[in-house]
C-alpha cells in the first residue's frame, strides 16, 4: 500500500512540474532544470549516505560540486575587472621632488602629526614612535605608498628621538 501512495506522489509530481516547466520561456527553463539536477544529485547523495553505501564526507564534496559552476561563473565576471584595475594603476613617483635642505624641528612635527613643545617635554618619546608607526603603516612603499613619503616619515621620527636623547 506505501508503494502505491508513493509511485501516485511521484506522478503527480511529475504532472504538475512538467506543466509548469512548458509555460516557462528559455531561460527559466535552463534555470529550472539546473535546479532540478542539482536538488536530485543532493537527494542521491543523502540516499547514498543514509543507507550507508557512501561515507557523509564524500557526499559533503559532493554536494559542493554544483556551486563550483556558479563559483566559476564569478571568478570569469570578476577576473577582467581585476586585470583591468592592475593595468591602470599609476605608477609610483619614485624618484622625491627637490627638497629646501634639512629637515628642522617644526617641520618634523608636522609631518607626524605631533603638536606641543619638544623643549618643555609636552612630546615624549613614545608619542613619536606612535605617530611614526601609526604613519609608517599607512605609506609604506610595500603597502601603496612610495619611498620618498616613507624617508620623509622615518627622516622626522629620527630627528625628534635625536632632539630627545640629547635633552
Known amino acids: ?12 509530481s511529475i504532472v504538475i ?8 520561456d528559455s531561460a527559466q527553463q535552463r534555470k529550472s532544470l539546473w535546479r532540478l539536477g542539482t536538488g536530485i ?4 547523495l543523502i540516499v547514498l549516505v543514509v543507507t550507508g553505501r557512501m ?21 570569469m565576471q570578476a577576473l577582467p575587472l581585476w ?28 609631518i607626524l602629526g605631533l603638536t606641543g613643545d619638544l623643549n618643555k617635554g609636552e612630546i615624549t618619546q613614545e608619542m ?7 604613519l609608517i603603516q599607512k605609506l609604506h612603499p610595500d603597502r601603496g605608498g612610495n619611498d620618498y613619503l616613507a624617508a620623509k616619515i622615518n627622516q622626522a621620527r629620527d630627528l625628534l628621538i635625536n632632539k630627545l636623547n640629547a635633552k
Open 17 to 24: 512540474i512538467s506543466a509548469r516547466y512548458k509555460r516557462m
Open 83 to 110: 586585470l583591468k584595475h592592475k593595468q591602470e594603476k599609476p605608477q609610483e613617483q619614485t624618484t622625491p621632488p627637490p627638497s629646501s635642505g634639512a629637515m628642522n624641528l617644526v617641520e618634523a612635527q608636522e
Open 41 to 44: 544529485f543532493l537527494g542521491l
Open 55 to 75: 561515507h557523509w564526507i564524500g557526499a559533503a564534496i559532493g554536494a559542493l560540486l554544483p556551486f563550483l559552476r556558479v563559483g566559476f561563473n564569478l571568478l
Open 1 to 12: 500500500m506505501l508503494n502505491i501512495l508513493i509511485f501516485a506522489v511521484i506522478v503527480t
Open 128 to 134: 613619536v614612535q606612535d605617530a611614526h608607526r601609526r
